[in-house]
Every structure is written in C-alpha cells, then in structure tokens.
C-alpha cells in the first residue's frame, strides 16, 4: 500500500536554528515527490517537485533532498513567517492511487522571535 | 495567471439548505480536483475531472454533487449536509490527470449549523 509519513509532527524552533523535517515513502514506482506549505485556514502552496534519487532543489531558506526512501525538507536560518505547516505528497506510477496524490499528514512548524 | 481562484471564502449553511461551491483556473489545466480538509488533517480527494468529465469519485455521500461546465470551472453543489460535512474545501488543478504536480485555490471554509 502506499504511504507517506511524515516526522516529527510538530518542531519548534528559535529564529535562527537550522533543522530538517522528513517524509518516508512506500510507493509503487514514484512519479514525484512534491512539498508544500500550508498556512492555517488557507490551500497548500505548493514549494518543490523532486523526481529521482539524489535530486535537490532550493528555494530562499529551503532546500529539499530525495533518496529513494525519503526526502528532507531543510530550513537554514529560518524566521517566524517561516512557521505554517508543512505537508509532504507522493504521486505513483501505478497501482491503485496512480496520479493521485497521497499526503502525510504534516509537520507544524513553529519558528519563535 | 497561475492561480486557482475559489468562492466564497467562507460559507455557513443550514442543513437544509442548497449552496454551491465554485473554482476557477486560468491555466489552461485539463484536470480539477475537489478535495476535503478537516482540521489538523492532509486534504482527502473527493473528486477528479479529466478533460471536463468526472474521472474519479471517492465514495463520497451524494450531499455533495460536482459539476465541470467547461475546462476552466468547476463546482461543488451541496445540499442537505450534515455538521460533519464542516471542513476546508479545496480546488485544485493540474495540466494532466496522472501526471505534474497540483496547484491549489485558497479554499472556501464551510460550516453546517
């Protein structure tokens, strides 16, 4: 079956502390590996695709890697307007979900002055 | 326009009441997707429209009824909802069923009293 989990569910920083959340995956054949981030009350804004192993984007303070079991969102230097929660999804190849995309439930970041 | 744009904001709704959700994109997409959000929860998939005609139905109550008038909108119309049903409703799109990643509208915050 496919599955995302996503940890730690919640993470609180001070401005300025570095860290890392993950998502671990099981899928039949991974299509993409996508992060957004989600403000309370509001859509997903969507944050990064990663296709392949070894793949890495970035984006101001965020940088995602993907192995093949799972991908890390890190945040460097983060700030308070970087607290939201932060969903991980994966889209298969095949099998019964195939293209739809199947979420974790989420990190909530909070980032304090 | 990289947008998907939903209204209203926010609806309250009697359980008797008939009310429609509506989405709209500017992308030139050919897949929509209606999804539902609790809070503290991922958005769960409701329904997929692929080039305007309904793909994918969830198993969800027939409360709830959606409609692809033409490629750039979709609507959700409620009617006889229980307080259960209160939730975040999420439109989102992407250029192809099954394949590229979504972008989401803001949402329309429901309450059933």
């Known amino acids: 079956e496919d599955q995302v989990t996503q940890s730690p569910e919640a993470l609180r920083l001070q401005e300025g502390e570095s860290s890392s959340l993950n998502c671990s995956y099981t899928?039949?054949?991974?299509?993409?590996l996508f992060w957004y981030r989600q403000d309370p009350g509001k859509g997903p804004e969507f944050l990064f695709t990663?296709?392949?192993a070894g793949e890495e984007k970035e984006k101001e303070r965020l940088k995602a890697t993907l192995t093949k079991k799972e991908s890390f969102l890190h945040i460097t230097a983060p700030k308070p307007e970087d607290s939201a929660t932060y969903l991980c999804?994966?889209?298969?190849?095949?099998?019964?979900?195939?293209?739809?995309?199947?979420f974790g439930k989420g990190t909530k970041l909070s980032v304090k002055p | 326009d990289t947008e998907v744009t939903q209204t209203p904001k926010h609806l309250v709704m009697g359980m008797t009441n008939k009310k429609s959700l509506k989405c709209e994109q500017h992308?030139?997409?050919?897949?929509m997707y209606w999804y539902k959000q609790k809070a503290k929860k991922p958005p769960e998939l409701m329904f997929v429209?692929?080039?305007?005609?309904?793909?994918i139905n969830e198993s969800v109550p027939s409360r709830f009824s959606p409609e692809c008038p033409n490629s750039s909108l979709l609507n959700l119309h409620l009617h006889a909802l229980q307080p259960e049903d209160s939730a975040l409703y999420l439109c989102?799109?992407?250029?192809?069923?099954?394949?590229?990643?979504?972008?989401f509208g803001s949402g329309t915050r429901l309450t059933v009293v």
């Open positions: 989102a799109s992407s250029q192809e069923y099954r394949n590229y990643g979504y972008t």
């Open positions: 899928v039949s054949g991974l299509r993409g």
């Open positions: 990663l296709y392949s």
């Open positions: 999804a994966v889209q298969a190849i095949k099998g019964g979900s195939q293209g739809n995309l199947i």
């Open positions: 992308m030139g997409h050919r897949a």
């Open positions: 429209y692929s080039y305007e005609k309904l793909s």
